[in-house]
């Protein structure tokens, strides 16, 4: 397990490869995916990054982070698709201040919207 101080996100990489993403303040299930076709060994944090690094049982080292060009789009679908599920919890309005951020202000403080 690895923590994102960066982007405020905790990454989970399984020894099969898997990886999920989680948001650090709210324990949400932001991302899930295989990463590996092989063993993982071990991870590390790339701190400059925001992302970690991954060595697997081949002695493959690859790095992994947040892709910052298309985050913004891939949260904006997830809270528009929590919207039109009904979600009571104000899902709308979080879209709509996403949306505002957005229009006005950086991807660090777009992830930090609450």
Do not use: H, W
């Not at 992994?64 to 919890?89: D, H, Q």
């Amino acid at each position: 397990m690895q923590i994102s101080q960066k982007y405020s996100l905790i990454y989970l990489i399984t020894n099969l490869g898997l990886l999920f993403v989680y948001d650090l303040k709210t324990a949400t299930e932001v991302y899930s995916t295989k990463i590996s076709s092989v063993p993982i060994l071990l991870t590390s944090e790339a701190f400059s990054v925001g992302g970690f690094y991954v060595v697997d049982t081949c002695g493959v080292v690859s790095l992994a982070t947040v892709n910052e060009s298309t985050i913004v789009s891939f949260v904006s679908r997830k809270l528009e698709f929590a919207a039109k599920l009904g979600n009571p919890s104000g899902a709308e309005d979080l879209v709509e201040r996403f949306q505002e951020l957005f229009a006005e202000t950086s991807t660090k403080k777009k992830l930090n919207l609450r």
